[in-house]
Protein backbone atom coordinates (compact mmCIF):
# COMPACT_ATOMS: atom_id res chain seq x y z
CA UNK A 1 0.00 0.00 0.00
CA UNK A 2 1.41 3.26 -1.19
CA UNK A 3 2.20 6.16 1.41
CA UNK A 4 -0.85 8.26 -0.09
CA UNK A 5 -3.29 5.52 0.61
CA UNK A 6 -1.91 5.78 3.86
CA UNK A 7 -2.43 9.26 4.82
CA UNK A 8 -6.22 8.93 3.62
CA UNK A 9 -7.45 6.03 5.86
CA UNK A 10 -6.99 8.27 9.41
CA UNK A 11 -8.58 11.13 7.64
CA UNK A 12 -11.67 8.92 6.51
CA UNK A 13 -11.94 7.41 9.74
CA UNK A 14 -12.11 10.46 11.27
CA UNK A 15 -14.94 11.74 8.82
CA UNK A 16 -16.57 8.99 9.83
CA UNK A 17 -16.33 9.22 13.38
CA UNK A 18 -16.98 13.05 12.58
CA UNK A 19 -20.19 12.15 11.14
CA UNK A 20 -21.55 9.48 13.71
CA UNK A 21 -21.28 11.94 16.17
CA UNK A 22 -23.20 14.67 14.50
CA UNK A 23 -25.62 12.39 13.91
CA UNK A 24 -25.79 10.52 17.34
CA UNK A 25 -25.92 14.26 18.69
CA UNK A 26 -28.58 15.35 16.33
CA UNK A 27 -31.26 11.87 17.20
CA UNK A 28 -30.55 12.78 21.26
CA UNK A 29 -31.33 16.71 20.32
CA UNK A 30 -34.18 15.86 18.20
CA UNK A 31 -35.78 12.97 21.04
CA UNK A 32 -34.85 15.53 23.88
CA UNK A 33 -36.91 18.38 21.63
CA UNK A 34 -39.74 15.90 21.15
CA UNK A 35 -39.84 14.87 24.97
CA UNK A 36 -40.23 18.42 26.33
CA UNK A 37 -42.98 18.97 23.76
CA UNK A 38 -44.65 15.75 24.83
CA UNK A 39 -44.22 17.58 28.00
CA UNK A 40 -45.94 20.25 27.70
CA UNK A 41 -48.80 18.91 26.25
CA UNK A 42 -49.29 15.98 28.20
CA UNK A 43 -51.19 16.76 31.69
CA UNK A 44 -50.15 13.88 34.08
CA UNK A 45 -53.57 13.61 36.66
CA UNK A 46 -53.97 16.18 39.45
CA UNK A 47 -53.48 15.31 43.19
CA UNK A 48 -56.69 15.62 45.14
CA UNK A 49 -54.53 19.36 46.55
CA UNK A 50 -54.31 20.55 42.94
CA UNK A 51 -57.83 20.19 42.46
CA UNK A 52 -58.39 21.77 45.86
CA UNK A 53 -57.08 24.40 45.12
CA UNK A 54 -58.51 25.05 41.66
CA UNK A 55 -61.77 27.11 41.68
CA UNK A 56 -65.03 26.19 42.18
CA UNK A 57 -66.43 26.50 38.44
CA UNK A 58 -63.29 24.90 36.84
CA UNK A 59 -63.66 22.10 39.54
CA UNK A 60 -67.34 21.85 38.57
CA UNK A 61 -67.64 23.15 34.71
CA UNK A 62 -65.05 21.00 33.14
CA UNK A 63 -66.00 17.70 34.12
CA UNK A 64 -69.46 17.93 32.50
CA UNK A 65 -68.03 19.85 29.92
CA UNK A 66 -65.59 16.89 29.12
CA UNK A 67 -67.92 14.04 29.49
CA UNK A 68 -70.54 15.80 27.15
CA UNK A 69 -67.82 16.40 24.73
CA UNK A 70 -67.40 12.89 24.57
CA UNK A 71 -71.03 11.95 24.06
CA UNK A 72 -71.20 13.95 21.42
CA UNK A 73 -67.89 13.73 19.53
CA UNK A 74 -69.25 12.50 16.49
CA UNK A 75 -72.43 15.19 15.75
CA UNK A 76 -69.44 17.17 14.72
CA UNK A 77 -67.20 17.42 11.93
CA UNK A 78 -63.76 17.36 12.12
CA UNK A 79 -63.40 20.33 9.62
CA UNK A 80 -66.11 22.36 12.27
CA UNK A 81 -63.58 21.21 15.14
CA UNK A 82 -60.80 22.30 13.63
CA UNK A 83 -62.27 25.60 12.92
CA UNK A 84 -63.44 26.45 16.17
CA UNK A 85 -60.36 25.53 17.66
CA UNK A 86 -58.61 28.17 15.79
CA UNK A 87 -61.29 30.55 16.68
CA UNK A 88 -60.64 29.69 20.18
CA UNK A 89 -56.65 30.23 19.80
CA UNK A 90 -57.55 33.84 18.75
CA UNK A 91 -59.24 34.59 21.33
CA UNK A 92 -56.47 33.48 23.65
CA UNK A 93 -59.12 30.66 25.20
CA UNK A 94 -56.52 27.94 24.75
CA UNK A 95 -55.36 25.69 26.44
CA UNK A 96 -57.83 25.69 28.74
CA UNK A 97 -60.62 25.45 26.52
CA UNK A 98 -60.78 22.82 23.95
CA UNK A 99 -63.07 22.72 20.85
CA UNK A 100 -64.71 20.33 22.08
CA UNK A 101 -65.73 21.54 25.70
CA UNK A 102 -66.52 24.69 23.79
CA UNK A 103 -68.75 22.72 21.48
CA UNK A 104 -70.41 20.97 24.96
CA UNK A 105 -70.63 24.56 26.32
CA UNK A 106 -72.90 25.58 23.44
CA UNK A 107 -74.55 22.68 23.74
CA UNK A 108 -75.63 23.01 27.43
CA UNK A 109 -76.78 26.74 26.97
CA UNK A 110 -78.98 25.66 24.47
CA UNK A 111 -80.68 22.71 26.23
CA UNK A 112 -80.91 24.97 29.29
CA UNK A 113 -82.94 28.06 27.04
CA UNK A 114 -84.55 25.16 25.64
CA UNK A 115 -85.83 23.66 29.12
CA UNK A 116 -86.51 26.89 30.98
CA UNK A 117 -88.47 28.73 28.52
CA UNK A 118 -91.53 27.02 28.62
CA UNK A 119 -91.18 26.97 32.49
CA UNK A 120 -90.40 30.38 32.68
CA UNK A 121 -93.32 31.49 30.93
CA UNK A 122 -95.54 28.97 32.74
CA UNK A 123 -94.31 30.39 35.92
CA UNK A 124 -95.46 34.07 34.39
CA UNK A 125 -98.87 33.03 33.56
CA UNK A 126 -99.45 30.88 36.99
CA UNK A 127 -98.78 34.18 38.66
CA UNK A 128 -100.76 36.45 36.13
CA UNK A 129 -104.01 33.62 36.65
CA UNK A 130 -103.88 33.95 40.65
CA UNK A 131 -103.52 38.27 40.32
CA UNK A 132 -106.32 38.30 38.44
CA UNK A 133 -108.34 35.26 39.61
CA UNK A 134 -108.31 33.82 36.02
CA UNK A 135 -108.41 29.77 35.55
CA UNK A 136 -105.04 29.29 33.76
CA UNK A 137 -104.25 25.97 31.66
CA UNK A 138 -102.33 23.01 33.05
CA UNK A 139 -98.69 23.02 32.85
CA UNK A 140 -98.72 19.66 30.47
CA UNK A 141 -100.87 22.00 27.76
CA UNK A 142 -98.92 24.18 28.22
CA UNK A 143 -95.55 22.37 27.40
CA UNK A 144 -97.76 20.66 24.40
CA UNK A 145 -99.25 23.86 22.96
CA UNK A 146 -97.61 24.29 18.94
CA UNK A 147 -97.12 27.73 19.98
CA UNK A 148 -95.00 26.96 23.10
CA UNK A 149 -92.98 23.90 21.35
CA UNK A 150 -91.88 26.77 18.51
CA UNK A 151 -91.03 30.03 20.90
CA UNK A 152 -88.98 26.76 22.83
CA UNK A 153 -87.44 25.77 20.01
CA UNK A 154 -86.45 29.02 18.51
CA UNK A 155 -84.77 30.30 22.19
CA UNK A 156 -83.26 26.81 22.44
CA UNK A 157 -81.35 27.72 18.79
CA UNK A 158 -80.13 31.05 20.12
CA UNK A 159 -79.24 29.78 23.49
CA UNK A 160 -76.92 27.59 21.52
CA UNK A 161 -74.95 29.97 19.18
CA UNK A 162 -75.22 32.49 22.72
CA UNK A 163 -71.48 31.10 23.07
CA UNK A 164 -70.29 31.61 19.50
CA UNK A 165 -71.62 35.21 19.50
CA UNK A 166 -69.62 36.01 22.50
CA UNK A 167 -66.07 34.27 21.53
CA UNK A 168 -66.45 36.28 18.14
CA UNK A 169 -66.84 39.60 20.27
CA UNK A 170 -63.62 38.12 22.54
CA UNK A 171 -61.92 37.81 19.29
CA UNK A 172 -62.48 40.95 17.87
CA UNK A 173 -61.76 42.90 21.12
CA UNK A 174 -58.17 41.12 21.45
CA UNK A 175 -57.68 42.24 17.97
CA UNK A 176 -58.34 45.48 18.20
CA UNK A 177 -56.33 45.49 21.44
CA UNK A 178 -53.44 44.06 19.50
CA UNK A 179 -53.82 46.23 16.81
CA UNK A 180 -53.09 49.26 19.14
CA UNK A 181 -50.46 47.31 21.01
CA UNK A 182 -48.47 46.49 17.83
CA UNK A 183 -47.41 50.05 16.84
CA UNK A 184 -45.66 50.87 20.58
CA UNK A 185 -44.58 47.54 20.53
CA UNK A 186 -42.78 47.45 16.97
CA UNK A 187 -40.74 50.75 18.30
CA UNK A 188 -39.81 49.34 20.98
CA UNK A 189 -38.07 46.22 19.20
CA UNK A 190 -36.87 48.87 16.81
CA UNK A 191 -34.80 50.39 20.16
CA UNK A 192 -33.66 47.46 21.46
CA UNK A 193 -31.84 46.43 18.05
CA UNK A 194 -30.21 49.97 18.09
CA UNK A 195 -29.08 49.47 21.84
CA UNK A 196 -27.09 46.22 20.16
CA UNK A 197 -30.04 43.47 21.00
CA UNK A 198 -30.43 40.71 18.36
CA UNK A 199 -34.52 40.44 17.25
CA UNK A 200 -35.31 37.67 19.82
CA UNK A 201 -33.75 39.28 22.81
CA UNK A 202 -35.47 42.37 21.76
CA UNK A 203 -39.13 40.07 21.41
CA UNK A 204 -38.30 38.98 25.04
CA UNK A 205 -37.69 42.63 26.39
CA UNK A 206 -40.96 43.65 25.20
CA UNK A 207 -42.68 40.80 26.58
CA UNK A 208 -40.94 41.43 29.90
CA UNK A 209 -41.42 45.02 29.73
CA UNK A 210 -45.35 44.91 28.13
CA UNK A 211 -48.38 43.44 29.14
CA UNK A 212 -51.49 42.62 26.65
CA UNK A 213 -52.41 40.07 24.33
CA UNK A 214 -49.47 41.15 22.15
CA UNK A 215 -47.11 40.95 24.94
CA UNK A 216 -48.42 37.18 25.21
CA UNK A 217 -47.76 36.38 21.93
CA UNK A 218 -44.25 37.18 21.32
CA UNK A 219 -43.93 35.40 25.17
CA UNK A 220 -45.78 32.56 22.84
CA UNK A 221 -43.37 33.12 20.13
CA UNK A 222 -40.26 33.39 21.72
CA UNK A 223 -40.68 30.18 23.42
CA UNK A 224 -41.34 28.11 20.27
CA UNK A 225 -37.80 29.17 19.13
CA UNK A 226 -36.54 28.39 22.26
CA UNK A 227 -38.14 25.15 21.58
CA UNK A 228 -36.46 24.91 18.52
CA UNK A 229 -38.36 26.11 16.08
CA UNK A 230 -37.23 28.48 13.14
CA UNK A 231 -37.56 32.07 13.31
CA UNK A 232 -39.06 32.11 10.47
CA UNK A 233 -41.65 29.58 11.31
CA UNK A 234 -42.57 31.02 15.05
CA UNK A 235 -43.28 34.18 13.63
CA UNK A 236 -45.48 32.72 11.05
CA UNK A 237 -47.67 30.84 13.68
CA UNK A 238 -47.44 34.08 15.34
CA UNK A 239 -49.32 35.31 12.39
CA UNK A 240 -51.73 32.62 12.15
CA UNK A 241 -52.89 32.76 15.48
CA UNK A 242 -53.58 36.25 15.73
CA UNK A 243 -55.13 36.82 11.95
CA UNK A 244 -54.32 40.65 11.51
CA UNK A 245 -53.39 42.15 8.35
CA UNK A 246 -51.33 44.44 9.97
CA UNK A 247 -48.90 42.13 12.33
CA UNK A 248 -48.97 39.65 8.77
CA UNK A 249 -47.16 42.40 7.22
CA UNK A 250 -45.11 43.15 9.77
CA UNK A 251 -44.30 39.58 9.85
CA UNK A 252 -43.40 39.65 6.26
CA UNK A 253 -41.90 42.73 6.27
CA UNK A 254 -39.79 41.17 9.98
CA UNK A 255 -38.51 38.02 7.16
CA UNK A 256 -37.96 39.59 3.94
CA UNK A 257 -35.40 41.69 5.79
CA UNK A 258 -33.53 38.84 7.24
CA UNK A 259 -33.41 37.19 4.08
CA UNK A 260 -31.94 40.53 2.03
CA UNK A 261 -29.96 41.72 4.67
CA UNK A 262 -31.65 45.16 4.59
CA UNK A 263 -31.29 47.35 7.44
CA UNK A 264 -33.90 45.80 10.63
CA UNK A 265 -33.96 49.21 12.39
CA UNK A 266 -35.12 50.98 8.90
CA UNK A 267 -37.84 48.40 8.15
CA UNK A 268 -39.36 48.36 11.79
CA UNK A 269 -39.78 51.90 11.45
CA UNK A 270 -41.34 51.84 7.99
CA UNK A 271 -44.46 49.12 9.65
CA UNK A 272 -44.65 51.13 12.56
CA UNK A 273 -45.57 54.29 10.61
CA UNK A 274 -47.64 52.32 8.04
CA UNK A 275 -49.91 50.84 10.96
CA UNK A 276 -50.34 54.24 12.27
CA UNK A 277 -51.29 55.39 9.09
CA UNK A 278 -53.54 52.46 9.01
CA UNK A 279 -55.10 52.85 12.35
CA UNK A 280 -56.11 56.40 11.52
CA UNK A 281 -57.25 55.28 8.35
CA UNK A 282 -59.65 52.72 10.01
CA UNK A 283 -60.78 55.60 12.28
CA UNK A 284 -61.97 57.98 9.76
CA UNK A 285 -63.81 55.44 8.37
CA UNK A 286 -65.69 54.73 11.22
CA UNK A 287 -66.38 58.61 11.18
CA UNK A 288 -67.58 58.02 7.90
CA UNK A 289 -69.76 55.63 9.04
CA UNK A 290 -71.12 57.26 11.63
CA UNK A 291 -73.64 59.56 10.37
CA UNK A 292 -75.62 56.68 8.28
CA UNK A 293 -75.84 54.57 11.25
CA UNK A 294 -76.91 57.30 13.46
CA UNK A 295 -79.82 58.42 10.68
CA UNK A 296 -81.79 54.78 11.41
CA UNK A 297 -82.05 55.54 15.26
CA UNK A 298 -83.39 58.99 14.67
CA UNK A 299 -85.51 57.86 11.86
CA UNK A 300 -87.19 55.57 14.13
CA UNK A 301 -87.22 56.46 17.84
CA UNK A 302 -86.23 60.05 17.73
CA UNK A 303 -88.10 61.62 15.17
CA UNK A 304 -91.13 60.15 15.92
CA UNK A 305 -91.06 61.21 19.80
CA UNK A 306 -89.94 64.91 18.00
CA UNK A 307 -93.46 65.02 16.04
CA UNK A 308 -95.48 63.85 19.13
CA UNK A 309 -93.93 66.37 21.45
CA UNK A 310 -94.77 69.38 18.63
CA UNK A 311 -97.70 68.59 17.19
CA UNK A 312 -99.42 66.68 19.77
CA UNK A 313 -100.62 69.80 21.57
CA UNK A 314 -102.07 71.33 17.65
CA UNK A 315 -103.46 68.09 17.04
CA UNK A 316 -105.76 68.17 20.25
CA UNK A 317 -106.66 72.16 19.56
CA UNK A 318 -108.09 71.14 16.28
CA UNK A 319 -109.42 68.36 17.16
CA UNK A 320 -111.57 70.39 20.35
CA UNK A 321 -112.49 73.03 18.13
CA UNK A 322 -113.59 70.40 15.09
CA UNK A 323 -115.46 69.09 17.46
Known amino acids: ?43 GPLTIQERLDQPLAERTMWPILDYIAQKARGMTSQESLERLQRRLVQAGMTPRWTAARFSGLSLIS ?96 VRRRTKGPLAEEFGIACTEINLG ?52 QRVQEKVMKAPVKILFPLVLFVFPTLMVVILGPAAIRIVKTMF
Open 1 to 43: MHAPELTLIPAIAFGVVVLLALALGYSLNRSQLRRRLEALQRR
Open 110 to 205: GVVCLVLTPLFIASLDTLTGVAVGDNQPTLLKLLLDPQMIALSLGVGVLGYYVPNVALSRRIRQRQEAILLELPRAIDLISIGIEAGMGFDQALIS
Open 229 to 280: RSRAEALNHLADRVDIEELRLFVGAVLESFMSGSSLVDTLRVQAETVRIRQR
